[in-house]
């Protein structure tokens, strides 16, 4: 039953994460669409609210499982990381670049930090 609670707990902070990216690329798409901006003059912005989508989604594991938020938002971060790898090899028959693996890491410990903080907003386990 544990297992169960805190594999619900990744799907959610996962499905969270994909539901801020499918809003920001429709926000993002419409911008490029109906102004004068181009992909480049906003790659940091892009990145910088796909690390807030990411720290979210492990606030919303951690907050649903209640303890080890750590292993929630690693967990979560290493569901979203395989999603990716395996969206790009087997959609576009490419591996990770270097860069790509980096930035993946970096993905996997702010989730991790997001864990860790959603625990804590929930007021962690209630063990008597």
């Known amino acids: 039953m544990e297992t169960r609670k805190l594999g619900s707990a990744i799907l959610y902070g996962t499905i969270s994460i994909f539901v801020f ?3 920001f690329s429709l926000l993002f798409s419409l911008l490029l669409r109906f102004t ?10 892009i990145l910088i609210l796909s690390f807030i ?4 989604g492990g606030v919303i594991s ?4 209640k303890k080890q938020g750590w ?3 690693g967990g979560t971060g290493l569901l979203y990381t395989l999603i990716l790898l395996l969206f790009q ?3 576009h028959d490419s591996m990770f670049t270097m860069r790509e693996w980096i930035q ?5 410990i702010t989730c991790m930090m997001g864990g860790i903080l959603g625990v804590n907003l929930s007021g962690g386990s209630t063990t008597k």
């Open 104 to 108: 993946s890491l970096c993905y996997i």
């Open 53 to 56: 989508s990411i720290f979210i």
């Open 71 to 73: 292993m929630l938002g």
């Open 21 to 23: 990216a499918v809003i």
């Open 36 to 45: 004068s901006l181009t992909e480049s003059s906003l790659s940091y912005l």
């Open 89 to 91: 090899y087997l959609g």
């Open 62 to 65: 951690g907050g649903k499982g």
